[in-house]
């Protein structure tokens, strides 16, 4: 066939790094403020699909001018940099397969959705669901502990439903209520009910995280790089 599809590449090593670097900067760049001649040259360097006659003749040419602006320009862009390192590491985490990530505590509306995010959810999320009842004590403030503990699992799926959408009353009555259900693939690994008894009168995240961790529910938590946490700062 005359037409061939290029399919994606993955790069390695020194140049291929540079390659996707030149790439994400040109992705990230105001095309329309962009110069013709200078989008183009980083196009040119970018790519990875050069035809063989230009690769071999370009083995032996000298760098030009426009190309040597050009890589010290890049050197000298510590903003695009760091926003490519924080989406390196996102890639990075995606191709790992550890999963999605999540930020704050989900709502579930009804039993239907109670069961979809058990079932649908990705292999590797687990998934912790605090059923409650207002005016049950310690709902509320487990309700708070996990507001905490998804800022620091953002791995972790935590969810809260309210004992009447979730259509269940009959099997969570108000004395084993608040009840923290932990599922992963679909399988439930912890069924925890009335749990408060098991923290004193008074209880905060830290309390709720020993006691996951003591049944091996939560990854590892993840601990940002100074580095990391600039690059973040920076991009927000």
Same mark, same amino acid.
């Given at each position: 066939m005359s037409d061939e599809i290029e399919e994606p590449v993955v790069h390695t090593g020194p140049k291929g790094v540079i390659n996707d670097w030149r790439r994400f900067k040109l992705e990230s760049m105001d095309q329309e403020a962009l110069p013709p001649q200078?989008?183009?040259?980083?196009?040119?360097?970018?790519?990875?699909?050069?035809?063989k006659e230009e690769a071999r003749g370009s083995l032996n040419r000298k760098m030009s001018v426009q190309e040597y602006e050009l890589i010290k320009e890049d050197m000298a862009d510590e903003q695009c940099l760091k926003r490519y390192r924080k989406h390196c590491m996102q890639d990075m985490h995606e191709r790992l397969s550890f999963g999605p990530?999540?930020?704050? #505590?989900?709502?579930?509306?009804? *039993? =239907?959705? /109670?069961?979809?995010?058990?079932?649908?959810?990705?292999?590797?999320?687990?998934?912790v669901v605090h059923i409650h009842k207002e005016g049950i004590k310690g709902c509320d403030a487990l309700n708070s502990c996990l507001d905490c503990l998804a800022g620091e699992y953002p791995t972790v799926k935590f969810c809260r439903i309210? #004992?009447?959408?979730?259509?269940? *009353? =009959?099997? /969570?009555?108000?004395e084993v209520?608040?009840?923290?259900?932990?599922y992963k693939a679909g399988e439930l690994l912890g069924n925890f009910l009335a749990i408060t008894q098991n923290f004193n009168e008074e209880f905060f995240a830290t309390d709720v995280e020993a006691f996951l961790n003591e049944?091996?529910?939560?990854?590892?938590?993840?601990?940002?790089?100074?580095?990391?946490?600039?690059?973040?700062a920076d991009v927000e």
């Open positions: 200078k989008r183009e040259l980083l196009r040119q360097m970018s790519s990875p699909h050069k035809p990530r999540f930020e704050g #505590v989900h709502d579930l509306a009804d *039993g =239907e959705a /109670f069961l979809e995010v058990i079932e649908k959810e990705h292999r590797n999320t687990v998934v309210s #004992v009447e959408a979730s259509g269940a *009353g =009959e099997r /969570f009555s108000d209520l608040p009840a923290l259900l932990v049944y091996g529910l939560l990854p590892e938590k993840e601990v940002p790089t100074a580095e990391a946490e600039e690059a973040e």
